[in-house]
């Protein structure tokens, strides 16, 4: 079954630093959507990637599909306190709204 | 909007008991999903529903594992009876896919503990 893989598991990031999350699908994605976790809430979304090469961009936050549409990033610069959380990624291959979320990347910002 | 809610934010319960989880997805919805999350095994699907009908419960771990839609606007998902190791935190969330837009909104979600 499509399984998505998410690299790393954690990332410790000194305020002010960038960082970058990958995310990694076995099998052709339609769409795949970025969660945000804060520590005790719930999944929120974030934004949605449906074009091969796609690229968009929220402030701080820049989020890119592969061009195989098989890939995705998210790279966060200027890393402030309020980034802290578990980022997911998400995926579906066929038209049936059925996400495979990733494992996350817990991130912990040093002051 | 009130968003998707959930009830009850907390429940501990005894092995053995049996434990219904309720959900109410956002108006106009028709798509309402069930979620497991743990440590070990992250964010996982339990079952899904369109327009109150069930379409996947692969995700169900057995049987004791049910979940039903009466109608729009209510879900329960029930545990009978239940294990420690079903102790997680269980989501429910809601979609109106169309328009190129298929996000889905996540309630606070239930914490069990079955001790």
């Known amino acids: 079954g499509q399984q998505v893989m998410q690299i790393p598991q954690y990332q410790h990031v000194q305020e002010g630093e960038d960082f970058t999350t990958y995310c990694n699908s076995s099998?052709?994605?339609?769409?795949i959507q970025w969660y945000k976790q804060r520590p005790g809430g719930h999944p929120v979304f974030l934004i949605q990637?449906?074009?091969?090469?796609e690229v968009k961009k929220q402030k701080r936050l820049t989020f890119q599909f592969g061009e195989a549409k098989k890939n995705s990033s998210l790279h966060i610069t200027a890393t402030q306190t309020t980034d802290v959380g578990t980022y997911f990624c998400?995926?579906?291959?066929?038209?049936?709204?059925?996400?495979?979320f990733g494992a996350g990347t817990t991130v912990t910002v040093r002051a | 909007d009130a968003g998707v809610i959930q009830s009850p934010r907390h429940e501990v319960t005894e092995m053995g008991q049996e434990v219904t989880l309720r959900c109410k997805p956002i108006?106009?919805?028709?798509?309402l999903f069930w979620y497991r999350q743990t440590m070990m095994r992250g964010l996982e699907l339990l079952i899904y529903?369109?327009?109150?009908?069930?379409?996947?419960d692969s995700g169900m771990p057995e049987d004791r594992f049910s979940a039903k839609m009466p109608n729009a606007s209510f879900s329960t998902l029930k545990i009978q009876p239940s294990e420690p190791r079903d102790s997680a935190v269980y989501f429910c969330?809601?979609?109106?896919?169309?328009?190129?837009?298929?996000?889905?909104?996540f309630g606070p979600g239930t914490r069990l503990t079955v001790t």
């Open positions: 969330a809601s979609s109106r896919p169309g328009q190129g837009k298929y996000e889905q909104y």
């Open positions: 099998t052709t994605l339609s769409n």
């Open positions: 990637l449906v074009k091969s090469g």
């Open positions: 998400a995926g579906w291959a066929s038209n049936d709204y059925k996400l495979s």
């Open positions: 108006s106009g919805h028709d798509y």
């Open positions: 529903f369109n327009n109150n009908v069930p379409i996947d």
